[in-house]
């Protein structure tokens, strides 16, 4: 069901032909899929495997070792070079907002400060910087041009025995991950935290603006979601609603104005409005 390509396609190292109509049906077709999407991993680990069990072999070129570019995630190369007594892997950090490389820089030099503590001297030596190491000196502009700068571990021959091999080639080829995932986690935190303090301040400013204006206010219910949990006076019911309604069609029946005795005769007396006649008369123009 699978076909190596030779040659590979242009810019591509490895290049596979699947028959989809060999591949069985039901819960061993999953699994099937998973195995030939595990290929790219399953290489690189290879390749990292064997990078990190030779530390002791002399890879130089002119006096300097030359790193190593290893993709695993698309435009989020790694490098490793290989060193007489240590292999250090060193990550360009990217990132797309700002407020990321704020928190993905307080992460790094954090991990910096715990990775150096005595509780933590057998773990891989964390070094971050904003400038790209030394060991990265004539790569391309590319692959240095970076928002979150340089993070690089040395692995020693001590973090490659035995099972620790297999562990160690899994968290570098997911440390892209694992830090996206911590700056997902902070970034919602730090929101959920803002939220719940701009609630709280506004059930503060709801229960002063109540007391001032004479309102009872439920201090529970007084945040963003909940302005309109001023208590109200009752509804009236039907019967009151009906006895109202029958005053104002009595009230609009009456036509009988009101009569004061008197009142014409001083009217016509007083509340006239007297006659003036103008010495100057006018003519109307066409």
Known sequence: MVELIEPAAEGYQLTLRLDFYKIPQGKESSKIITEIASIQAA?????????????????????????????????????????????????????????????ATAFFQELMDVGSSEAWVKVPL?????????????????????????????????????????????????????????????????????RKRLDNLVKVLHVASSEEDGYAIDPQAAGCGCIKSIISVPKPNNTVRRRCRNFTRKIKRMRCPIKIQGFRRFRRRWLTVPKFSSPFKYTKLD
């Not at 390749?47 to 990190?52: R, T």
Request: with cysteine.
């Open 43 to 103: 290489i690189l680990s290879c390749q990292l495997k064997d990078m990190l069990t030779n530390v002791t072999s002399q890879d130089t070129s002119q006096g300097m070792y030359k790193p190593i570019k290893l993709v695993y995630h698309p435009r989020e190369p790694f490098f490793v070079v290989r060193q007489p007594e240590k292999t250090t892997a060193v990550f360009p950090m990217r990132f797309q907002e700002k407020t990321d490389v704020i928190i």
């Open 126 to 194: 964390c070094a971050w910087s904003p400038i790209p190491p030394p060991e990265l000196r004539g790569e391309q502009m590319e692959d240095l041009s970076t928002n979150g700068g340089f993070i690089s571990f040395d692995i020693l021959p001590r973090h490659v025995k035995g099972k620790r091999l297999d562990k160690t080639v899994w968290n570098l080829l997911n440390f892209y991950a694992f830090v996206k995932y911590h700056v997902k986690c902070t970034r919602g935190f730090i929101q959920r935290r803002m």
